[in-house]
C-alpha cells in the first residue's frame, strides 16, 4: 500500500502494508511516483497522524512498527540512527563508529542516502564531522527545516 498526503512540508507518500511501514517518500520522491492505492491501511494512518504531531513541534520520539530492508550494514546504521536523540545530531565517522567499523564513513552516507523510511529513520540528524550539513535525499532546505524545527521544539 501507498498513500499520499499534503503536509506542511510538501506531499509525503508513506508505504506499507498491515503490520509495518516500509517506505517514506519525501516530497521531491513524491512528485515522481505515478501511482498511489489510496488504501490506508491503520499503520499508514497512525504513521501520518504522528508524522503531522512531529511537523507541529508536538511529537519528539516515533512509536511505528518500522520494516526497511538494507544489507545487515545498513541496519545496524539504522538501528543507530533512531537513537539519535530529537534535536541533536551525530556525524557520519560517529555513526560509522557506533555501528562497529570506524573506518566506513563513506559507506553510512550510503546507508543514509538508501535509508527507506526517511523521518522516522532520522537521517537527516546525521551531519559531517566539520558541521555542515552534508547531502540529503528531500534536499538540503528540507534537512535544515527539519533540524531548525526540532532544534526550536526540542523540551
Excluded at 520494516?67 to 565517522?93: C, D, I, N
Excluded at 535509508?115 to 528531500?138: D, E, M, Q, S, W
Aim: hydrophobic fraction near 35%; charged fraction near 25%; charge should be positive.
Amino acid at each position: 500500500m501507498l498513500c499520499v498526503r499534503k503536509t506542511s512540508i510538501g506531499k509525503i507518500a508513506i508505504g506499507g502494508d498491515e503490520e509495518h511501514v516500509t517506505h517514506l517518500y519525501l516530497p521531491k520522491s513524491t512528485e515522481r511516483i505515478e501511482r498511489f492505492d489510496g488504501k490506508e491501511t491503520p499503520v499508514i494512518r497512525e504513521a501520518f497522524r504522528q508524522l503531522e504531531l512531529y511537523l507541529e513541534g508536538k511529537l519528539e520520539e516515533f512509536s511505528l512498527p518500522l520494516l526497511a530492508e538494507g544489507t545487515p550494514f545498513m541496519k545496524r546504521v539504522w538501528s543507530e540512527l533512531v537513537k539519535v536523540p530529537y534535536g541533536t545530531t551525530t556525524s557520519y565517522k560517529e555513526l560509522a563508529e557506533a555501528s562497529g567499523n570506524p573506518k566506513a564513513v563513506r559507506a553510512v552516507g550510503t546507508a543514509n542516502a538508501k535509508n527507506p523510511i526517511a523521518i522516522f529513520i532520522p537521517c537527516h540528524r546525521v551531519i559531517n564531522t566539520g558541521g555542515k550539513l552534508g547531502g540529503y535525499g528531500g534536499g538540503l532546505d528540507l534537512k535544515k527545516t527539519l533540524l531548525e524545527l526540532e532544534a526550536r521544539n526540542r523540551a
